[in-house]
């Protein structure tokens, strides 16, 4: 069992950054995939980024690409989002995932936190 709770969310100025993080509690959280999701009110939630167990292999969702970056420390059971040249359209509630595989399919993920609000304002 994997619990995940999300922190670091905030309001923010359009070009800003912000750094958010997931702590996971379960001594096997080092094992899974780490990612993170977004949802904006209205609309579905979507893959953001995820990261490999090792840590050896990242995925970015093209909207993010370039902007964001996925990091975990495994000795800590935590993993960080960092934002940067944030645009309005980032705004939504970020959730973490944990899971045994990546996927940009929310349904394929088993683990979630309750989700951290970003608003970035233009």
């Known amino acids: 069992q994997v619990q995940l709770v999300e922190s670091g969310g905030g309001l923010v100025q359009a070009g800003g950054s912000l750094r958010i993080s997931c702590a996971a509690s379960?001594?096997?959280?080092?094992?899974?995939?780490a990612g993170w999701f977004r949802q904006a009110p209205g609309k579905e939630r979507e893959f953001v980024a995820a990261l490999a167990s090792s840590g050896g292999f990242t995925r970015y969702s093209d909207s993010v690409k370039g902007r964001f970056t996925i990091s975990r420390d495994n000795a800590q059971n935590t993993v960080f989002l960092q934002m940067s040249s944030l645009k309005p359209e980032d705004t939504a509630t970020y959730y973490c995932?944990?899971?045994?595989?990546?996927?940009?399919?929310?349904?394929?993920?088993?683990?979630w936190g309750q989700g951290t609000q970003v608003t970035v304002s233009s």
């Open positions: 379960g001594h096997t959280f080092s094992t899974y995939a």
């Open positions: 995932a944990a899971s045994t595989i990546i996927n940009t399919m929310p349904k394929i993920w088993r683990y």
